[in-house]
T-cell receptor
Framework: DAKTTQPNSMESNEEEPVHLPCNHSTISGTDYIHWYRQLPSQGPEYVIHGLTSNVNNRMASLAIAEDRKSSTLILHRATLRDAAVYYCSEISGGSNYKLTFGKGTLLTVNP | DTGVSQNPRHKITKRGQNVTFRCDPISEHNRLYWYRQTLGQGPEFLTYFQNEAQLEKSRLLSDRFSAERPKGSFSTLEIQRTEQGDSAMYLC????????????FGPGTRLTVL
């Protein structure tokens, strides 16, 4: 199974940018990188995904390293509602369906 | 609300009892997934269906676990002879093939085995 590694926790101040890193040491060429977040007492929520190029959507930006061994989720202006556990994951190559999650990064946003 | 729903939200049972959870996916989604999440860990894949066909089962899914999706709509996950190690959050997700593979998760069923 794919393995990702993330810092256990990070802290940010409200309205400041946050860069959440993820290492994808075993990623293969056909694996998509996905990011989800989980608020307390809720199921995970999709944030963004990409393959090779950087991606932007209304929630965040995703920067993918050229060798794809690392990715960074960027929240441009953190809000208190962004406090959550953030998971990077990979869709297993060839299967196109199964998410593999690590332990995630607990993001604390200070007012 | 047209999101993924799960019932019950909480279940407390005694060791050795059987339990069944239900998941109702988003109506047009043809893929349905079950995950298990223990405290401090990310969700772990258990199994998935495409329409009514169960296409993969994780080795985490022992023979005490069975999942069905009889008409390609709702799904049930049954655990027989529960053990304390089964205590976890059981999450259901659904997706539509080809649509970015974005999975929509339900709120989960928290199982506590005494």
């Amino acid at each position: 199974d794919a393995k990702t590694t993330q810092p256990n926790s990070m802290e940010s101040n409200e309205e400041e940018p946050v860069h959440l890193p993820c290492n994808h040491s075993t990623i293969s060429g056909t694996d998509y990188i996905h990011w989800y977040r989980q608020l307390p007492s809720q199921g995970p929520e999709y944030v963004i995904h990409g393959l090779t190029s950087n991606v932007n959507n209304r929630m965040a930006s995703l920067a993918i390293a050229e060798d794809r061994k690392s990715s960074t989720l960027i929240l441009h202006r953190a809000t208190l509602r962004d406090a959550a556990v953030y998971y990077c994951s990979e869709i297993s190559g060839g299967s196109n369906y199964k998410l593999t999650f690590g332990k995630g990064t607990l993001l604390t946003v200070n007012p | 609300d047209t999101g993924v729903s799960q019932n019950p939200r909480h279940k407390i049972t005694k060791r050795g009892q059987n339990v069944t959870f239900r998941c109702d996916p988003i109506s047009e989604h043809n893929r349905l997934y079950w995950y298990r999440q223990t405290l401090g860990q990310g969700p772990e894949f258990l199994t998935y269906f495409q329409n009514e066909a169960q296409l993969e089962k994780s080795r985490l899914l022992s023979d005490r676990f069975s999942a069905e999706r009889p008409k390609g709509s709702f799904s049930t996950l049954e655990i027989q002879r529960t053990e304390q190690g089964d205590s976890a959050m059981y999450l259901c997700a659904s997706s539509f093939v080809g649509r970015n593979n974005e999975q929509f998760f339900g709120p989960g069923t928290r199982l506590t085995v005494l």
